[in-house]
């Protein structure tokens, strides 16, 4: 049985950081892609970034190029989300994902496991 789970997230004043982690078992990590969505209050959930199964590829939503930064460190099994300067419209729960594949996908379809979330809030 694959599990994700999430851990890192709480509130921070807007400028702050703040390092998400995704611990992953059940599967053999390293063969998948992993990404991180988000879902804002009220929104539907959207893509922020995606690593590929060997970490040499990654991609990012605009919004939080230059200020966010995945990585992976497949002997841990474990993907994380730096985030820098956040700001108030980055508060939201933060969604870790395996993908189907090895290779960087920004479609939620392409992604067959889920982690619960951990709610990132950041105030101004």
């Known amino acids: 049985q694959v599990q994700l789970v999430e851990s890192g997230g709480g509130l921070v004043q807007a400028g702050g950081s703040l390092r998400l982690s995704c611990a992953a078992s059940g599967r053999t990590f390293s063969n998948y892609a992993m990404g991180w969505f988000r879902q804002p209050p009220g929104k539907e959930r959207d893509f922020v970034a995606v690593?590929?199964?060997?970490?040499?590829?990654?991609y990012y939503v605009d919004s939080v190029k230059g200020r966010f930064t995945i990585s992976r460190d497949n002997a841990k099994n474990t993907m994380y989300l730096q985030m820098n300067s956040l700001k108030p419209e980055d508060t939201a729960v933060y969604y870790c994902?395996?993908?189907?594949?090895?290779?960087?996908?920004?479609?939620?379809?392409?992604?067959?496991?889920w982690g619960q979330g951990t709610q990132v809030t950041v105030s101004s």
């Open positions: 994902a395996s993908a189907t594949a090895s290779f960087v996908t920004t479609l939620a379809e392409q992604y067959n496991y």
């Open positions: 690593i590929s199964a060997s970490g040499r590829g990654t």
